[in-house]
């Protein structure tokens, strides 16, 4: 047993809990939107032919923003392809993903599916293949009221009002040399400000996010950040990152402390925008938009798309199964966002639905959840109010990739309306179980109201649609609370969760 100690205080405070730390995304990619939002004949689908059952868990996963239509696919569309009568759209090659994409969804019908779901868009626009103009043709369309071209098509397709949408993305990982219309930063720099700046002239009121790195690993990653920012500054509002980890080589331990990378990619990309500010003598800061994050197993089959003249509709694509040790990250990765809430002022865990998801589902049948699920969704409805800095006092674990790292990760929120404390906490030992023990006399009478941990002996264990629910978070039985001190035994390879409550 390692022992570990928290001391939580009231007065170190990060910044707020912000909703958009628990967005997620929809790209038009294998099945994530064609049998995943979208299946019209299965038998839960409402008149638009969206999935009912999708839309409860994603209700449930208490997902706040969702960004929309991609990632890579967005490189590469033209979003007036998928606007009007349904049986007059056009099929088009999407490049991307080596796939056809049928467009029976698009930019009205997703509006209407965050409606149902109770999300805040995200729009990203294509600056691979297009530019300035069609993305100025988009905003028109989506948050011109009326009287124009556009905003006139929107109204006549249904939509009176217009939708007002806050958040834009300039593009896709236009850093990655596989982008459609990849650019060199000065490049990209270039055509995001210009973007920017006309879209500002239409909505002065947009937040708008210019594309960062597409991992830390890129060879460009931290000139990439300066160069575009440096063209870019005034005209944006955030710098995009985006992570995917997996377990390679089986080296679980590395595995474990990806939350170490995404802290160092974090605390990066703020340093340099503080950079570009101080270069550039700018009074406002950047933050960060981590608008892609997720473990990822990008070598296995699933990944690859199809080739030569198999373009099919909705292919499997990417349809990872995780494991609890691929919870258990996904929870240190939110812990992570949190930590930096000073910063990340926005997240989406990629994807929503199929693709590297939490939410899977059958064609025509049953859906069911991913073991990652349940720690965003349990971060997501239980984390409110402010993010506590910790004092944690833990044991070193040796990993390969980064070397001594803590075994014990762990944030706090708490809630000073209502006093609800929250511990969120990550055991990152394979062979140890840690004792927890946290100081909270900084608030005093506090009552355990809940203790749940994920975790099993066979750390492999994966959900199926048969069985989604045999390794869910469990009541964790060893948690008290005495003398304003809370205790916990944490399994190896487990992510917990305690909420405490005034008495
Ligand atoms: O989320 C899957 C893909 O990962 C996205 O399309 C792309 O932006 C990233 O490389």
Same mark, same amino acid.
């Given at each position: ?6 001391? %939580? ?18 790209? @038009? ?18 008149? &638009? ?19 929309? $239509? ?36 698009? =930019? ?12 805040? $868009? ?9 530019? #300035? ?16 071209? *556009? ?9 009176? /009002? ?39 002239? #239409? ?20 000139? *990439? ?11 944006? &509002?955030? =710098? ?10 089986? /080296? ?21 925008? &503080? ?17 892609? *994050? ?17 373009? $099919? ?14 919870? =258990? ?12 809430? /000073? ?51 833990? $044991?070193? %674990? ?21 006093? &609800? ?12 179980? %840690? ?23 066979? @750390? ?5 649609? /048969? ?27 487990? *992510? ?8």
């Amino acid at each position: 047993m390692l022992p570990a100690s928290v001391t %939580v205080d009231p007065a170190f405070v990060v910044g707020p809990v912000r909703r958009r730390t628990f967005g997620s995304f929809v790209e @038009h990619l294998g099945r994530c939107v064609y049998s995943g939002i979208h299946d019209p004949e299965h038998p839960t689908a409402d008149a &638009d032919g969206f999935r009912g059952d999708v839309l409860e868990l994603t209700r449930e996963l208490a997902v706040s923003t969702v960004r929309y $239509p991609g990632g890579n696919f967005v490189s590469g569309y033209r979003w007036e392809d998928a606007i009007g009568p349904v049986e007059q759209r056009p099929r088009r090659l999407d490049l991307a993903w080596h796939s056809t994409e049928p467009n029976l969804v698009g =930019v009205d019908e997703f509006m209407r599916w965050a409606a149902k779901a109770g999300v805040e $868009p995200m729009m990203a626009v294509n600056l691979g293949t297009r530019g #300035v103009q069609e993305a100025l043709d988009l905003l028109e369309y989506c948050n011109v009221p009326g009287g124009t071209e *556009w905003s006139d098509r929107r109204r006549a397709n249904g939509a009176a /009002d217009p939708y007002r949408i806050r958040m834009w993305c300039l593009g896709n990982e236009m850093d990655g040399p596989w982008q459609i219309g990849h650019k060199t930063a000065e490049e990209y720099g270039r055509l995001a400000a210009e973007t920017a700046r006309a879209m500002r002239m #239409v909505d002065p009121g947009l937040e708008l996010v210019v594309c960062g790195s597409s991992s830390s690993a890129m060879p460009t990653f931290g000139e *990439w950040e300066r160069v575009v920012l440096t063209e870019a500054y005034e005209h944006v &509002d955030y =710098v995009s990152a985006h992570a995917y980890y997996w377990e390679e080589d089986g /080296d679980l331990a590395s595995f474990l402390a990806s939350a170490v990378d995404m802290d160092h990619f974090i605390e990066s990309v703020a340093a340099t925008a &503080d950079a570009v500010r101080a270069a550039g003598k700018h009074t406002k800061r950047i933050h960060i938009s981590f608008d892609e *994050w997720n473990v990822w197993y990008q070598k296995r089959a699933e990944s690859r798309p199809p080739s030569g003249d198999d373009w $099919p509709v909705a292919p499997v694509l990417l349809e990872d199964r995780y494991n609890v040790a691929d919870a =258990v990250v996904v929870g240190n990765l939110l812990i992570s966002l949190l930590r930096h809430t /000073d910063r990340v002022h926005a997240a989406s865990l990629a994807q929503l639905v199929n693709v590297i998801a939490p939410i899977m589902t059958e064609p025509g049948g049953r859906v069911w959840k991913q073991t990652i699920f349940h720690p965003f969704a349990l971060t997501s409805n239980h984390a409110r109010g402010e993010v506590l800095r910790l004092a944690v006092d833990s $044991p070193l %674990v040796e990993t390969a990739r980064f070397g001594e790292v803590p075994a014990l990760d762990a944030v706090a929120t708490h809630d000073p309306a209502t006093g &609800d404390l929250v511990v969120l906490a990550t055991n990152r030992s394979v062979t140890d179980d %840690v004792a927890l023990d946290v100081d909270l006399r900084g608030f005093p009478g506090l009552r355990l109201v809940e203790a749940l941990t994920l975790s099993n002996p066979d @750390h492999t264990w994966t959900a199926t649609a /048969d069985d989604d629910a045999s390794v869910a978070p469990r009541a964790n039985t060893t948690a008290k609370v005495a003398d304003d001190r809370a205790h916990a035994e944490l399994p190896p390879v487990s *992510w917990s969760i305690l909420r405490l409550a005034r008495a």
